[in-house]
């Protein structure tokens, strides 16, 4: 069984930051690409960036410059770095994987998702 852990949410004023992490736990082969989105109550989820096994990274444009993904393939375990953060960013933050079983089969998981609440 698998598991992704979400930590780092919060409330911060604008400008401000906040880092989130994400930590996958459990048997597993390895670890592909490693996603952060975000979610408002009655819009889609956005896809906020990803990050391959290879390191290659994507972000919406929305964050870029601001945003900054990175992952720690020792410890399992994507970060997403918030700076300069907007009232616009408020969302429910969730981290998602694509995960090789030893079976060799592709799975995605999910995190619990975490607030972010970006307010004076």
């Known amino acids: 069984q698998v598991q992704l852990v979400e930590s780092g949410g919060g409330l911060v004023q604008p400008g401000g930051s906040l880092r989130l992490s994400c930590a996958a736990s459990?048997?597993?082969?390895?670890?592909?690409?490693m996603r952060w989105y975000r979610q408002v109550p009655g819009k889609e989820r956005e896809l906020v960036a990803t990050i391959t096994s290879g390191g290659t990274i994507t972000y919406t444009d929305s964050v870029k410059g601001r945003f900054t993904i990175s992952r720690d393939n020792a410890k399992n375990t994507v970060y997403l770095q918030m700076n300069s953060l907007k009232p616009e960013d408020t969302a429910v933050y969730s981290c998602?994987?694509?995960?090789?079983?030893?079976?060799?089969?592709?799975?995605?998981?999910w995190g619990q998702g975490t607030q972010v609440t970006v307010s004076s």
């Open positions: 459990g048997m597993f082969r390895s670890i592909n690409a």
């Open positions: 998602n994987t694509e995960i090789t079983s030893f079976s060799g089969w592709g799975f995605d998981y």
